[in-house]
């Protein structure tokens, strides 16, 4: 009995010291510089117009460079996301009745203007680089007299954009010859009044006060005075360098509204201040920020376009945006004249948050839940009776999507069940039962669909109420609270609405409608994608949804598609676990001009032949790929759940899942070598890798439990606070993350190449300032 007992706990002793012995985060083995650097944006020839320049931002401000050669300068186009014509039409009713009229008011972007630098001699070519680890912009000029160099950044945590100039042009006689900047002030007038001046005269818009450029507290400014009451103001200082042909200019936009009068007086503080301060400061500063930033999380694959690409959209999202800022608009903190110069609901702003949540970039969505619990009422009561309701759903979805990959079910409690039970409130009296006993829904809008028509059923309200009910139902189980006393209802509406209206090519838009023409959104679809509706693990469900994209991007020659038709397809054929369909799907975006839309050579994308710019469609690509390698839906943590059969090699470390679970991962050969799960929050951890089979070794501080529930399939125990290595028994594994290598030439492949630039100006005219 005595050697039974000594055996047993000698057994005990060594299951706890396997249990403890490998270690449990994975080595991060990244040369971070080396790695951002040959994705860095390379231009080897000037960019000639925004579609082609280099950005840099600080989630308020931003800048875009590029040449206007046919007045010899580089333009240093400046952008502030919160400077807006903030007036609302004098009568909402009249101005509603007029196509478009609204859309002239409320809000629309304004042109700040640009920073022009004009060298000494004619500028013949040069070349730039946006250089992602370090967020700046260096460059060189050649002109027939020498060159400049610039550097350009907008440091993180300050109000002000730098740009450092230097010079080695000379006169024909060996004299230094001398650049200059000068400030060009952007129109005063809304970007809808600039592109469609019909529509405008018919609104009754009138453009405010042209800006007036003077001079206060020794700093030259430029004030721009609005008709809606306050203004915004621009100060500049170049601060040359004593004994060098080198020089660093300060330049700062403030928006003091509502008030009057004051923004010239904060920007110039601003100048002051960056300009007063150690610049070595400021730069490290600066670096430190953007440092810290990306190592949060790490992915790597197999495909160097798509890897870079997804890298920029990371650098892209995090100049845009800013805990602290606005809610990201469709231009981003980069200005350009557009129809569309603001916050769109019914797609837009969605997705262009997508990649904040599986990428861990939690804090960069929190402007997003700001705006929302800022404005929910304002927003929400103009579309309450609206038959566009279900763009509101969405938007509630991205705050679920917020919350919940942070495990954050209290904020769900509080802040988002009372916004959701208003929402669904629209929805109700919208239904009536059938002869049969089901309830249908009124006519309501499926996202553009034949010019913003309304049709009964349409499948994106259907989709988005019935994901309205169970996340509410969801929500009500994990309150720890008595059911809540409409909890019965929900479900009685659920066991009682209408199927999905289909016929021989899948999924319709309505009732009524079917899918008879090439068109852009995936309303129609949004029920596999992203909420999960339709269940990927169902037979019926797959084969639906399989037969509607298909047709979906076929019908019309995808005439009528635009980009995020492809990287919304990715993410519908990445739910079903189709990899090599959702690879094809990207890759057809990255590398084509694809339907009604235009990938720009920054990476930027635009609608209307390149002239319209929509910030979202890049970003949603960035999530796309994220989705070939983790999904969090259903309950189940999916590592590699859709990796492209050519993919033998990937690894991600800390990408988050749903429930506030930070997974870390790597293939190798083709096959799951291990999976880190760290939780935060405490929640049920059910891992979910196809490709293993049989027991698992689950290492940790303490012993863990994997109980398989289902092949491929385990119950992880995990506590709040701790992390485990996860692995098939008897691998010998080595938990590393270190970056694939990139063949030499594929390094570097956006940024514009010697010839490649885009032939004609895609951008609409700059319009002179009103006399």
Known sequence: MKTLLTTLLALALFTLLKATAAPVAPQIKVDWPAFLGQHDLVWEQLPRQWNEGAFVGNGQLGMMVYATLKDNRVDFHLGRADVTDHRKAPDRKTSLGVKGASLFWDFPRLDIGRMALRPAGKILDGTMRQDLWNAEITGTITTDLGELKFRAFTPRDRMVQIIQVSSTEKTSDGKPAEWKWDFRPGNPASPRAQTSPKQAADAKYVTNPNPVLSEKDG??????????GGDFATAWLEKRDSGARASTLFVATANEIPAAGKSAGVAVKEVRDAESAAFDGILSAHRAWWHAFYPKAFLTIPEARMEAFYWIQIYK?????????????????????????????????QLTYWPVYAGNRLELGKNYLDVVDAHFDELFGGRINHPGLGDWAW???NYWWQLRFAGNWPAVHEKWMPKAKAVLAGYLPRLKKNAEGKLELNAMGSPEYHGFKTFPNTNYNLAMLRWLLNALLEADARSGKPADPAATEWKRILAELIPYPVDENGLRIGSDQAVDMSHRHFSHLIGLYPLYQLDPNSAADRDLVVKSVIHWHKIGGGKGLAGYSYTGGTSLYASLGMGDEARGMLHNFLTGNVGISLLLPNTMYAEGGGRNPTIETPLSGASATMDLLLQSWGGRIRVFPAVPSAWKQAAFHQLRAMDGFLVSAARHEGKTQWVSLQSEAGEPCILRVADWKGPLTVSGTRQHDATELAPGEWRIDLKKGEQVLVHPAGMNTQPVIQALPVNPAERNLY??????????EQTHPEVPLPQ
Do not use: Y
Request: charged share 15%; net charge positive.
């Open 219 to 228: 700093l030259p400014v430029c004030v721009q005075s609005l008709s809606a």
């Open 317 to 349: 999202i995090a100049a845009a945006s800013r805990e602290d800022g606005p809610a990201v608009d469709l231009c981003g903190p980069w200005f350009r004249v557009t129809p569309w110069p603001g916050i769109w609901w019914n797609l837009n702003i």
């Open 395 to 397: 938007a509630m979805h």
């Open 751 to 760: 940024g514009v190449k010697k010839g490649k630039q885009i032939e004609q």
